[in-house]
């Protein structure tokens, strides 16, 4: 039951989010058709940070004042911009399609649910343990469904790992270190810290030739501003209001729809047995994620 001292914005939060997110796998993988992946994510998080900047200077709002506050703001946006979206986007470059990776991320909660409380030396129920089989085993029917239209690759495995190995360490550590901060400065820093671990990469590996067209525009402005600004302030603001496994149990709707959205942008099919890899997955999630507050002790 939500608390009547919660402003509107912050109940309708989680919609808004899931739409979000989900909308911007399949969003990623239109504007990789035009740039490399470490070059798209710099001109991504580029753009934040002009959009930004007016802004603060504007609005001037409080930034850290010691250097451990700058930190942890860093590691945040290292883990949850760099790591997580720049495997992601490599994993897209292998052949994942938009579902399967949104597959892989909905791991990320029953991940959650078991480090959470194991990272506090705290027992992990044995439903959290089924949760993560049956996340697994939804995973499995996933890819080995869409196997029968374009074959995994070891790389786009290996990448998606990754990839939800750095938005679950992100949402850990902004549970444990994070600090309430100013949207604005905490993008700022965030986006800069991205900015700054995924520029090199670009400039050592990839050409970064650019084809611009109308459609990378639309691509880039919904990264910037639907993905970048919007649902990532939104979630950071859920996990600072809530529990994190609570928070990160969203993530469970994002499969269906960037399937959906996949489908719409891209063409990309879903037979029959992935959705039922979906409804495993979330069930492994519903059941990962449940308070067992009424056991005895």
Known sequence: MESPS???????????????????????????QYAEPMTLLSMRFGAVLILLLPLY?????ALPKRPKDWLHLAVVGVLMQAVYFGFCW??????????????????????????????ARERVSWKR????????????????ARSTITPPTLAGIVFSLLGLLGITSGVLY???????????????????AGLFA????????????VKWTGELMAALAYLVIG???????????????????????????????????????LGEA?????WAGMALAALGVSIAITRTNRRAG
């Open 198 to 209: 995924v520029l090199p990469i670009a400039y050592f590996t990839e050409t970064m030739a």
């Open 227 to 265: 993905n970048s600004i919007l649902a990532i302030s939104l979630l950071l603001a859920m996990i600072r209001s809530g529990e994190v496994a609570r928070v990160s149990s969203l993530m469970f709707l994002v499969p269906p729809l960037a399937a959906l959205f996949g489908w719409w942008l």
């Open 6 to 32: 919660k402003p509107i914005w912050l109940i309708l939060a989680p919609v808004a989010f899931t739409l979000l997110w989900a909308g911007g796998y399949a969003v990623a993988k239109v504007g990789l």
């Open 174 to 192: 902004e549970k444990r270190f994070g600090i309430s901060y100013h949207p604005v400065v905490s993008n700022l820093v965030q986006y800069g």
């Open 57 to 61: 200077l504007i609005l001037r709002p």
């Open 90 to 119: 490599w994993a897209f470059k292998t052949g994942v399609s938009a579902g399967v990776l949104a597959i892989f991320m909905s791991l990320q909660p029953i991940l959650v649910a078991v480090l959470a409380p194991w990272l």
């Open 129 to 144: 343990w089924l949760g993560l089989l049956l996340g697994l085993g939804g995973v499995l029917i996933v890819i080995l």
């Open 270 to 274: 879903m037979p029959p047995a992935a």
